[in-house]
């Protein structure tokens, strides 16, 4: 069955400090991938997506994604957070269907 | 304003009642999906339909049906609401499945 997990259920840190959310998927096909952000308040955006190609994909924001296809994963990641980006962020899978991950909240402090 | 709109965004419902979620999109997506989103689950998809006329389910359809008469409109139905049900609703669409959702506001449900 096709799924989607994210290990880090809540992160704590403090501006400038560098990010990185896990993400890892099964599912036994080609999968194009996705990451979201709900920030507080608000519903769900498009923070990145990898459909083919270049692995390393950049998003909005500053921050970018890299696939590996050898671990199933597709780990979320910017080198200097700001307290915007205090949010939510989902991962998620298009198999036969769009599945998300149970979400990361991140938490980043002044 | 082009999107997904949800109705209602707040609804507060007995055990046993039934009630109609609506959505509707404007962008002539064949695309459209329900999810629900709980504390610590993420988003679990419920019903999806890539066409009118056409629906199939998702992760967690159970107490729960669709319909997609029009491209337009993709309406989300509880025939007797059951207190598990409290959740926020977020419906969405897109050109295909395989692009990018765009996501209506939500609609908050608590079931008593």
């Known amino acids: 069955a096709q799924s989607v997990s994210q290990h880090n259920h809540h992160v704590i840190l403090s501006e400038a400090a560098s990010l990185e959310l896990g993400c890892n998927y099964s599912y036994g096909g080609t999968v194009n991938l996705f990451w979201y952000v709900q920030y507080p308040g608000q519903h769900l955006q498009l923070l990145l997506k990898y459909f083919s190609g270049d692995p390393l994909v950049k998003g909005i924001k500053g921050f970018e994604a890299e696939f590996i296809k050898s671990k199933f994963s597709f780990n979320l990641r910017k080198p200097s957070v700001q307290w915007s980006d205090t949010a939510e962020y989902f991962c998620a899978a298009l198999g036969d269907k769009l599945i998300f991950g149970t979400g990361t909240r991140l938490q980043v402090f002044p | ?112």
Request: neutral net charge.
């Open chain 2, 1 to 112: 304003n082009a999107g997904v709109t949800q109705t209602p965004k707040f609804q507060v419902l007995k055990t046993g009642q039934s009630m109609t979620l609506q959505c509707a999109q404007d962008m002539n997506h064949e695309y459209m999906s329900w999810y629900r989103q709980d504390p610590g689950m993420g988003l679990r998809l419920i019903h999806y339909s890539v066409g009118a006329g056409i629906t199939d389910q998702g992760e967690v359809p159970n107490g729960y049906n669709v319909s997609r008469s029009t491209t337009e409109d993709f309406p989300l139905r509880l025939l007797s609401a059951a207190p598990s049900q409290t959740s926020v609703y977020f419906c969405a669409s897109s050109l295909s499945g395989a692009n990018v959702l765009t996501f209506g506001a939500g609609s908050r449900l608590t079931v008593l």
